[in-house]
T-cell receptor, first 113, second 114 residues
Framework: AQSVTQLGSHVSVSEGALVLLRCNYS??????LFWYVQYPNQGLQLLLK????ATLVKGINGFEAEFKKSETSFHLTKPSAHMSDAAEYFC???????????WGAGTKLIIKP | EADIYQTPRYLVIGTGKKITLECSQT?????MYWYQQDPGMELHLIHY???????EKGDLSSESTVSRIRTEHFPLTLESARPSHTSQYLC?????????????FGPGTRLTVL
């Protein structure tokens, strides 16, 4: 069965510092992987997705993620944090041929001035 | 503009009331989903639909019901609201054929049952 683990329910970084949000997955089939962002009182917005093309995926707002099959990871990074990046980030994996998503518990990103 | 809409955005209601949370999309998507979201937890799928007259229960047991009479409309109904139903409810849709699983979300309805 597929599963997603996000390490750290809260991550705090200083403005201008590197952002690293961790996501590990378990899947018995080649996965499709997603990162979504949720700002307060809003729905989820797609940041980026891996669909078996390039392993380094670039998304919106300067974020990128690298698919590492050997490590079963899909960590999200941004070189320089901005105050507007403060939000909750969710990693998800496609579960089956019906493309249902399995979700991580989310990581709240806090940006310190 | 293609989008997905949810109303109301916020709802405070007393125990025992019947409520319907509305979800509509103008994206032309066949698949639609309802999730329940609680703080610090993953999204839990409570209902989904692959098209008109198709509805299925998700992984999380829910006392709610859904209907899909029109492609663009996927309302969720609670016949008798209880405080345990207090949560955020998110509606989503995805492209025909799945789009590799990418889902598009509405803004959510935050429900409080007193």
């Amino acid at each position: 069965a597929q599963s997603v683990t996000q390490l750290g329910s809260h991550v705090s970084v200083s403005e201008g510092a590197l952002v690293l949000l961790r996501c590990n997955y378990s899947s018995s089939v080649p996965p499709y992987l997603f990162w979504y962002v949720q700002y307060p009182n809003q729905g989820l917005q797609l940041l980026l997705k891996y669909t078996s093309a390039a392993t380094l995926v670039k998304g919106i707002n300067g974020f990128e993620a690298e698919f590492k099959k050997s490590e079963t990871s899909f960590h999200l990074t941004k070189p320089s944090a901005h105050m507007s990046d403060a939000a909750e980030y969710f990693c998800a994996v496609t579960a089956d041929s019906n493309y249902q998503l399995i979700w991580g518990a989310g990581t709240k990103l806090i940006i310190k001035p | 503009e293609a989008d997905i809409y949810q109303t109301p955005r916020y709802l405070v209601i007393g125990t025992g009331k019947k409520i319907t949370l509305e979800c509509s999309q103008t994206m032309g998507h066949d698949k639609m989903y309802w999730y329940q979201q609680d703080p610090g937890m993953e999204l839990h799928l409570i209902h989904y639909s692959y098209g008109v007259n198709s509805t299925e229960k998700g992984d999380l047991s829910s006392e709610s019901t859904v209907s899909r009479i029109r492609t663009e409309h996927f309302p969720l109904t609670l016949e008798s609201a209880r405080p345990s139903h207090t949560s955020q409810y998110l509606c989503a849709s995805s492209e025909p054929g799945g789009g590799w699983g990418e889902q598009f979300f509405g803004p959510g309805t935050r429900l409080t049952v007193l």
